[in-house]
T-cell receptor
Framework: DVKVTQSSRYLVKRTGEKVFLECVQD?????MFWYRQDPGLGLRLIYF???????EKGDIPEGYSVSREKKERFSLILESASTNQTSMYLC?????????????FGPGTRLTVT | GIQVEQSPPDLILQEGANSTLRCNFS?????LQWFHQNPWGQLINLFY???GTKQNGRLSATTVATERYSLLYISSSQTTDSGVYFCAVTEYGNKLVFGAGTILRVKS
């Protein structure tokens, strides 16, 4: 079974702090993604990566950066957390190629910025 | 970009009843997935179904790509089926576009 894990289920941070959200997948997938989910706005893509050290902006990259130094790990960084970044953050991974692009999600991190 | 619409937005069922959830999309797609989001927030993969019909236990799904819709069938519903059901598509590449979801509540 595909397993995607995230470093924390719940996180509380203060405004202005630097925040790291970590995601690890164990299926050797090329692609990894970060989404955020907000009531009334649904799930929106922040960033994705299709290879080590490669990244692409999603729909809402402002205020975020990412890092992918190893294939299995994709980190989301909030350089200076703000209250409007309080949200549910979901990481996903998928293979690439002829087998299709089914995405698998981690359990999510509920981040509260106070 | 591609638009994804799900219906109904809310559904309340008595345990044991059957239901059909619908997903319409505005353009051709190369990937369609159905997910169930449990009360703890995790998205569980139900089906990867860009076309055709698949079944998994009490759940089945059909995608008619030429008519740009997909259906998720839940038979003999159970209280554990409660949660939010999402349809998501990609029109190209790897970016998933999600519908707004259907909130399902199954009463015992």
């Amino acid at each position: 079974d595909v397993k995607v894990t995230q470093s924390s289920r719940y996180l509380v941070k203060r405004t202005g702090e630097k925040v790291f959200l970590e995601c690890v997948q164990d299926m050797d997938h090329e692609n990894m993604f970060w989404y955020r989910q907000d009531p009334g706005l649904g799930l929106r893509l922040i960033y994705f990566s299709y290879d080590v050290k490669m990244k692409e902006k999603g729909d809402i990259p402002e205020g975020y950066s990412v890092s992918r130094e190893k294939k299995e790990r994709f980190s989301l960084i909030l350089e200076s957390a703000s209250t409007n970044q309080t949200s549910m953050y979901l990481c996903a991974s998928s293979p690439t190629g002829a087998g299709g692009y089914e995405q698998y999600f981690g359990p999510g991190t509920r981040l509260t910025v106070t | 970009g591609i638009q994804v619409e799900q219906s109904p937005p809310d559904l309340i069922l008595q345990e044991g009843a059957n239901s059909t959830l619908r997903c319409n999309f505005s353009d051709s797609v190369n990937n369609l997935q159905w997910f169930h989001q449990n009360p703890w927030g995790q998205l569980i993969n139900l089906f990867y179904i860009p076309s055709g019909t698949k079944q998994n236990g009490r759940l089945s799904a059909t995608t008619v790509a030429t008519e740009r819709y997909s259906l998720l069938y839940i038979s003999s519903s159970q209280t554990t089926d409660s949660g939010v059901y999402f349809c998501a598509v990609t029109e190209y590449g790897n970016k998933l576009v999600f519908g707004a979801g259907t909130i399902l509540r199954v009463k015992s």
